[in-house]
């Protein structure tokens, strides 16, 4: 016989919430997965593998992130934030785009060589070797659009009298943009960053003056 008690704690028991309180850090396990698809790249980088790194099953991987391409989405967004900034903060605080081109340059020696994280930069190769043609669009689209903001600053330049009326903006613009994706290969493959500090200095040489 089903005595009253037990009726009350099975209806106890149906009115708890079902489910477990989600469990782990969501930031900690965010910026594994920065660090996992900054080192592997997209492709490289599966869902076992993150959910191996983040400290999660997959359930909740999915639970609170989504897919993959969604997370990716996510880290590739708080990458710019966390590690990628420093060269809108240089554009915005320097005074010409000259101060602001060097200043970024340098900062990318710094930032690229970091001790204890992926060298070089996850928007330029995490879609190596990628087959997943969005995320090789997305990625694309994030490095034209820094090209583009850069000759955006130097057209305004000139237009300041910074720099000669006659400066080839978009040539200028690419070329700054090679810098940076150039640096970003070599410290993968392992420069300095006093060995990429020269190669600012030396891109810098070419920049016309007032």
Request: hydrophobic content about 40%; charged content about 30%; some cysteine.
């Amino acid at each position: 016989m089903v005595s009253s008690r037990d009726i009350k704690d099975a209806a106890g028991q149906a009115s708890k919430p079902r489910g477990r309180p989600r469990s782990f850090d969501r930031e900690t396990a965010l910026e594994k997965a920065i660090l996992a698809f900054w080192e592997h790249g997209y492709e490289a980088t599966s869902v076992s593998d993150l959910t191996q790194v983040m400290g999660i099953g997959a359930p909740s991987l999915y639970a609170a992130f989504g897919d993959k391409r969604s997370l990716f989405d996510e880290v590739v967004r708080e990458y710019g934030e966390r590690y990628g900034s420093f060269g809108d903060r240089a554009f915005a605080e320097e005074a010409t785009v000259r101060a602001a081109v060097e200043r970024m340059l340098r900062e990318a020696a710094a930032e690229y060589t970091e001790p204890g994280r992926p060298h070089g930069c996850l928007i330029v190769h995490a879609a190596t070797n990628c087959t997943t043609p969005e995320v090789e669009e997305s990625l694309r689209g994030r490095r034209n659009a820094n090209i583009a903001a850069i000759e955006s600053r130097i057209r305004s330049g000139v237009a300041a009298g910074e720099l000669p009326a006659d400066v080839d903006a978009a040539a200028l613009a690419r070329h700054t943009g090679a810098m940076i994706q150039g640096m970003s290969q070599q410290a993968r493959d392992g420069a300095t960053k006093e060995e990429l500090e020269v190669l600012a200095e030396l891109a810098m040489r070419i920049w016309p003056r007032s």
